[in-house]
């Protein structure tokens, strides 16, 4: 079945400093693939989302480009702030069908000052 | 952006005892979805639903699971009756076609 890895549990960084969160998955189908960011006790609210490859698609700040060569779809931001400060979902679903994500374990990121 | 809501926020009750999740979708959207997360794991798909009808479950339904959405209602989640496994965060989502689903903040169940 379908899988996605997300390797880091917690980053940690102090504000201002760039950040990579690492996404790959595994699909026998057309991927489409999210990023979610849930802040605490809120709903997960979409960040980012591509099925095109090796497009970079980019909402508040935020950056990520799928590559189906890696099957990789790695968040990024340049200069992280405070209220980045929130738990990272990266999900899958299969493109041109109505159905489930499947989900990583998530990124907690934590910003200090 | 479009909002889904969840009533309760919290539950708390008996193992054995039903319990029923409500999920208000927004308003124009026709897929409906119920994803599990128990703590510290990752959000798993349960159900989803489309046009009075289940469309496809995952082994995480269980049959003493059940979902539906009367006359445009709220889209609900029954648990009958219900185990000690199934204290988690429930979350619903809903979409209008292929694309994003939206979900709503959860609702935290804990089953004693």
């Known amino acids: 079945g379908d899988s996605v890895t997300q390797t880091e549990g917690l980053v940690t960084l102090t504000k201002g400093l760039p950040v990579m969160l690492n996404c790959t998955y595994q699909?026998?189908?057309?991927?489409?693939l999210f990023w979610y960011v849930q802040h605490l006790n809120e709903a997960p609210k979409l960040l980012l989302k591509s099925s095109t490859d090796n497009k970079r698609t980019e909402h508040q700040g935020f950056y990520a480009t799928l590559h189906k060569s890696s099957s990789s779809f790695h968040l990024q931001k340049s200069s992280v702030q405070l209220s980045d400060s929130a738990l990272y979902f990266c999900?899958?679903?299969?493109?041109?069908?109505?159905?489930?994500?499947?989900f990583g374990s998530g990124t907690r990121l934590q910003v200090y000052a | 952006g479009p909002k889904v809501l969840q009533i309760p926020s919290h539950q708390i009750i008996d193992m054995g005892q039903m319990v029923t999740l409500n999920c208000d979708p927004v308003?124009?959207?026709?897929?409906f979805y119920w994803y599990k997360q128990i703590l510290g794991q990752q959000m798993e798909f349960l159900v989803n639903f489309y046009n009075g009808k289940v469309m496809e479950k995952s082994k995480l339904f269980k049959d003493q699971f059940s979902v539906e959405r009367p006359d445009g209602s709220y889209f609900t989640l029954k648990i009958q009756p219900t185990a000690l496994e199934d204290s988690a965060v429930y979350f619903c989502a809903s979409s209008l076609g292929q694309d994003t689903q939206y979900f709503g903040p959860g609702t935290r169940l804990l089953v004693l």
């Open positions: 699909t026998t189908y057309s991927p489409f």
């Open positions: 999900a899958l679903k299969r493109t041109q069908v109505v159905g489930q994500l499947t």
């Open positions: 308003s124009n959207h026709l897929y």
